[in-house]
């Protein structure tokens, strides 16, 4: 007995073009089809996307990475009792706080590193609104919040002063301003005295040891062209 029409097996060229033609019909499809051609003709140069670590990176590498190793050793006792949920944040917050210092150092470009800056503020009043339930907490993290905000906001103006002929100074003022912030330069170290003792032991000496030194390598990469 024969197979019907519709029943017949269709050859294996048929079955791809319909697939394909079915493809094309849908948004997702012409996308997917876009990005396997995308892919197929621009194969991925991971040399292009890596760059080498220099010098004064290194220096400023070092002691996030030791730091970090130091507090998170010393965190695992700290943390002994809390809640799993009180823990999964603290080492949440923690890591990315690491992670944005690193992409601080290591960004590329301007766009990159204000980015990076803003992810380590957000990051590190996560770990400083650890005891968000003690009103002082709180009120330091709002603070520390709006210190690294005003910070960043000056670190874009500076950038944007800097594009402009003949506001190199103005340029050089707002980046003192903005490092000066995350450094604590009298009289920009109001967060400081409320920060510190709200955060946690082990994120205080990260923000001490490793954080307010980028302040430091923020102004010589901005002074260096």
């Known amino acids: 007995m024969k197979a019907s029409r519709s029943c017949r097996p269709l050859p294996q060229n ?6 394909h033609r079915a493809l094309r019909n849908s948004r997702g499809g012409r996308f997917a089809i876009f990005a396997a051609e995308e892919y197929n003709t621009r194969p991925l140069d ?60 290591l960004a590329p470009g301007q766009l990159t590193f204000l980015l990076a800056w803003e992810a380590m503020g957000l990051a590190s009043a996560g770990l400083v609104a650890f005891e968000s339930t003690e009103k002082t907490v709180r009120k330091a993290t709002w603070i520390y919040l709006l210190a690294c905000h005003a910070g960043a906001c000056a670190l874009m103006l500076a950038g944007v002063l800097l594009a402009r002929p003949g506001c190199v ?3 050089f003022v707002c980046a003192a301003v903005g490092f ?23 994120a205080s000496a990260v923000m001490s040891g490793a954080m307010i030194p980028l302040g430091f390598y923020g102004l010589m990469r901005f002074a260096t062209p």
């Open 14 to 19: 048929s079955l791809k073009s319909h697939f």
């Open 46 to 105: 991971l040399k292009r996307h890596t760059h080498p670590v220099n010098g004064l990176q290194a220096i400023f590498l070092l002691p996030i990475a030791l730091v970090g190793l130091a507090a998170a050793l010393h965190a695992t006792g700290y943390l002994h009792g809390e809640s799993r949920a009180r823990q999964t944040r603290f080492w949440a917050f923690f890591a990315a706080t690491l992670a944005a210092m690193s992409g601080v150092v």
């Open 169 to 171: 100074l103005a340029a």
């Open 180 to 202: 000066g912030l995350k450094i604590g330069f009298p009289p920009f170290h109001v967060w400081l005295p409320e920060a510190h003792p709200a955060a946690p032991a082990p």
